[in-house]
């Protein structure tokens, strides 16, 4: 059984920092890129940051570039989310998102999301 399962979320205030976690299992979890997403109340849901399998190569929206970092530990099955100088505009749900392209198809799965809020 597949699971993805976050941890972290919580209040925050402006300028300060989180780590959130995405505990994997039931799939090879080394073999997966590993994203961040987030949703905002009536906002779509946004890639915020993803690291390929290997872990070399990171990639992070605009609006996170310098603050957020993207992190995995294939021996461990997570991906972590280390974020700081948090803005209100940060506040969201959080989701984790496991892909891998097979030649056939596709494979990915979405934890249940975490919430995180930045507020004074």
């Known amino acids: 059984q597949v699971q993805l399962v976050e941890s972290g979320g919580g209040l925050v205030q402006p300028g300060g920092s989180l780590r959130l976690s995405c505990a994997a299992s039931?799939?090879?979890?080394?073999?997966?890129?590993m994203s961040w997403y987030r949703q905002a109340p009536g906002k779509e849901r946004e890639l915020v940051a993803r690291i390929i399998s290997a872990g070399g190569t990171t990639n992070y929206a605009d609006s996170v570039k310098g603050r957020f970092t993207i992190s995995r530990d294939n021996a461990k099955n997570t991906v972590y989310l280390q974020m700081n100088s948090l803005k209100p505009e940060d506040t969201a749900v959080y989701y984790c998102?496991?892909?891998?392209?097979?030649?056939?198809?596709?494979?990915?799965?979405w934890g249940q999301g975490t919430q995180v809020t930045v507020s004074s």
């Open positions: 039931g799939f090879t979890f080394s073999r997966y890129a």
């Open positions: 998102h496991a892909e891998y392209s097979g030649y056939v198809k596709t494979y990915d799965y």
